[in-house]
């Protein structure tokens, strides 16, 4: 069983910065596919970006060139660094992991198997 744990959430104005942080455990292997999602309230669930197990990365397009994700293999952890953060970004960030590669683009969450708890983000105008 894989234990996903976010961090990092917070309240930030508009144009601020927050980096948010996964920490994965209960594998033992780094052929993952891994994400981070967000819900806005009565939204449907959507992608934000997705890193494969080669490091290759895929965006959503609202968050292209403001968005980075990342991960550090060795300690199991997965980061979204968030710069020029808008109102419309406010939602709760999920990370979602796979044993599986990543599919075409974002994919959609139902492709994850392995879901955190979410991490709230705030951004007033």
């Known amino acids: 069983q894989v234990q996903l744990v976010e961090s990092g959430g917070g309240s930030v104005q508009a144009g601020g910065s927050l980096r948010l942080s996964c920490a994965a455990s209960?594998?033992?292997?780094?052929?993952?596919?891994m994400g981070w999602f967000r819900q806005a309230p009565e939204k449907e669930r959507e992608g934000v970006a997705v890193?494969?197990?080669?490091?290759?990365?895929s965006y959503a397009d609202s968050v292209k060139d403001r968005f980075t994700i990342s991960k550090d293999s060795a300690k199991k952890t997965l980061y979204l660094q968030m710069n020029s953060l808008k109102p419309e970004d406010t939602a709760k960030y999920y990370c979602?992991?796979?044993?599986?590669?990543?599919?075409?683009?974002?994919?959609?969450?139902?492709?994850?198997?392995?879901w955190g708890q979410g991490t709230q983000v705030t951004v007033s105008s």
């Open positions: 979602a992991a796979v044993p599986r590669p990543c599919m075409l683009g974002i994919g959609v969450p139902q492709y994850y198997t392995f």
């Open positions: 209960g594998y033992t292997n780094s052929r993952f596919c």
């Open positions: 890193i494969a197990s080669d490091g290759s990365t």
